[in-house]
Each structure stands twice: as C-alpha cells, then as structure tokens.
C-alpha cells in the first residue's frame, strides 16, 4: 500500500543534541513538507521541498535542518539551536498542481526533551 | 500574511445530530482554495472536504458539507448525523493560488469535537 512512513514514533532529545525525523513515501509525490504540532495549536510549517535537491524555509524553520536527496525521503534534523523543541510532527507529501492537492500525512513523531 | 480562525475552542453534539464549525479568513487574494482536515486521537490527519473559492457552489462528501460564503470570508463544515466516530480535531486551512505547485497551507487553531452517545 502506498503512503508515508514516519519514524520514530516517540523520540528524546538530550540537551545539546541534533536529532533526525525519518520521512519516507511511497506515492512517487514531488512535493514533502514538514509542519509542527504543539498542543492548542494548529500546525506550522517548518520546511518543505518541490523537488529533490530543493527545499525552501516554511513559517518557522530556524533551528531546523532538512534535505531532500530522494524523492522518496525528506529528513528533518532538530538542532541544538531549536530551544522549544518539544512538540509534534507530522510529515505530509502531495502532488505538484497548480489546483490545490490534498495532502498525505504520515503519522508523525513525538518529540521530547530529557 | 493569510490567517486562518476557528473561533470555537470546542464543540460537543449528540450521536445523529448535526453540528456545525465555524472557519473565517483573512485574505487579500480572490483565488484559493480552503479545506477542512480532521484529525481523530490517533493524530493521523484526514483530508475530510476541499473547496474551490472561484466555485459558488458549496463543496459536499457525503455527511460532511461546507458553507462557504466568499465576501464575508468565512467556511463552515457542517456534520449531519454525528456518528462516534466523528469525534475528532477538527482544522480549517488555507492555500492560496498564488504559490505554484506546492500546497503550503495556513491552518486554524482547531475545533475539538466530542459526540455523545
């Protein structure tokens, strides 16, 4: 079955550390994005990309790093510098269209600070 | 910027009723398209209803509709004959037409929606 793959579910940070977000597809969509989930609140984007070897900067995205080397797979990193990084979050994938795709979702990643 | 509000925090309708959430947005731009997700305990996020804003005509899925009134800016989902398994997040979001092949959306804050048996 085709669709998006997130791991891990859950995910502890340390203090000081970087740590990487899998997201994988299978839907041989173009497009990837990664958006970030804190409670109460709606979802933001962070990163998102159109095509591989290309990525531009969402609504928050500093303290976050992404790359999109295949098309397949558009890994997020949370940097040191990301001070609030709990949170959750959800990749998504889409078609490239000028008409307004619906976006597939994984099913996200919790992560936490220790 | 586009912003997105859903004034209602929460919500609550009895299992078969009918329940309405409310959307409004701001916008300069006269092209775009609006959506409404849904996003259930298990956090998987649902594409539940699209809807065209250069189309007067009201978007339908089955039980899930949408009033979409263009000059007041504002996008309601209607939810007739609630079921169990309704309960959920509820998010409207924006994408506006002007942004090429990528859907970056602006979402709202959410509706929280609980069904009573």
Known sequence: ?114 | AQTVTQSQPEMSVQEAETVTLSCTYDTSESDYYLFWYKQPPSRQMILVIRQEAYKQQNATENRFSVNFQKAAKSFSLKISDSQLGDAAMYFCAYRSAEQGGSEKLVFGKGTKLTVNP
């Open chain 1, 1 to 114: 079955d085709g669709g998006i793959t997130q791991s891990p579910k859950y995910l502890f940070r340390k203090e000081g550390q970087n740590v990487t977000l899998s997201c994988e597809q299978n839907l041989n969509h173009d497009a990837m994005y990664w958006y970030r989930q804190d409670p109460g609140q709606g979802l933001r984007l962070i990163y998102y990309s159109q095509i591989v070897n290309d990525f531009q900067k969402g609504d928050i995205a500093e303290g976050y790093s992404v790359s999109r080397e295949k098309k397949e797979s558009f890994p997020l990193t949370v940097t040191s510098a990301q001070k609030n990084p709990t949170a959750f979050y959800l990749c998504a994938s889409s078609r490239r269209s000028l008409y307004g795709e619906k976006l597939f979702f994984g099913s996200g990643t919790q992560l936490s600070v220790l």
